[in-house]
């Protein structure tokens, strides 16, 4: 499988704001009832780098995947992506904002009723205005990255979960990203498909600038991968560092506690 995505046109991860910061939250805070998911949460991610976001759930972890996402707003506090606010603003502005952004998710949400090129293309062509054949030419070239460049007409039941996941994986690529979110990407496969998505995700994060925001069970893979690890707990941020320092020497003792029992 070649990881060489050049071709793709992967976005300048230089073109930021003047601060350096990608993505960027100000005293979030996000209730569902009178549960506090997110507590007054300050962090920041620059471009190009790696973060994954580690803790029990509930933490919060994935509430701000989803934040970023548009799926849900805050009910304190300002984001802000390539120095734009995505929160607060009007409903036109964060659907521009929205356009950097893409997400995987747990489950692969996959268009039934189309093929895999088309479950790869449509977004593009509906969303960026890209023509038909511009919108396959870069399907196919994602969907040879992930391995699945012979299943272009098959449907998605007609695929493995992994498979599935890795298509997930090319259609959020054609958008042409500055941003991936990855949540719990493996967490409804088989554990022999697992290692194939990883090394899927291990690719992108050699060969491309993107930014990359993962949640993750995977701890290996997140010592691979990340360029910083954030610890939540109880939805702040109680420890961060690069993985080398997280998973060989947290400070935390909530994070001594969550590394014994998953690692």
């Known amino acids: 499988m070649s ?30 009832g009178k549960n506090t998911v997110l507590d007054d949460l300050c962090f920041s991610v ?76 449509e977004a593009p062509v509906k969303v960026l205005g890209l023509s038909k054949d511009e919108a396959e030419e870069r ?33 959020a690529l054609a958008m042409r990203p500055k941003i991936l979110l990855l949540d719990e990407v493996t967490s409804a496969l088989d554990p022999e498909l697992v290692a194939g998505v990883l090394d899927v995700l291990r690719d992108i994060a050699r060969t491309t600038d993107i930014t990359m925001l993962c949640v993750t069970h995977e701890m290996n893979f997140a010592r691979d991968i990340s360029d910083d690890v954030l610890m939540f707990d109880a939805g702040k941020v109680i420890e961060s560092g690069p993985p080398e320092k997280i998973f060989s020497e947290p400070e935390h003792e909530r994070t001594r506690e969550f590394l014994g029992a998953v690692l």
Do not use: Y
């Open 46 to 121: 620059r471009p190009g780098k790696h973060v994954t976001l580690i803790g029990p759930s509930g933490s919060g972890k994935t509430t701000i995947l989803r934040l970023l996402m548009t799926l849900v707003k805050p009910d304190e506090g300002v984001i802000t992506i390539n120095g734009d606010r995505l929160f607060p603003a009007d409903s036109k502005h964060v659907r521009e904002v929205r356009k950097n952004i893409g997400m995987v998710f747990q489950q692969f949400n996959l268009f039934p009723n189309m093929n895999v090129l088309r479950n790869v293309t």
């Open 139 to 171: 399907g196919r070239e994602l969907l040879d990255l992930v391995g699945l460049g012979d299943r272009c007409g098959a449907k998605p039941t007609q695929l493995s979960g992994g498979q599935q996941q890795r298509v997930a994986i090319a259609r």
């Open 3 to 32: 990881a060489d995505i050049s071709t793709p046109e992967i976005p300048d991860p230089k073109a930021t704001d003047p601060a350096g910061e990608l993505i960027r939250f100000d005293n979030v805070t996000k209730r569902f």
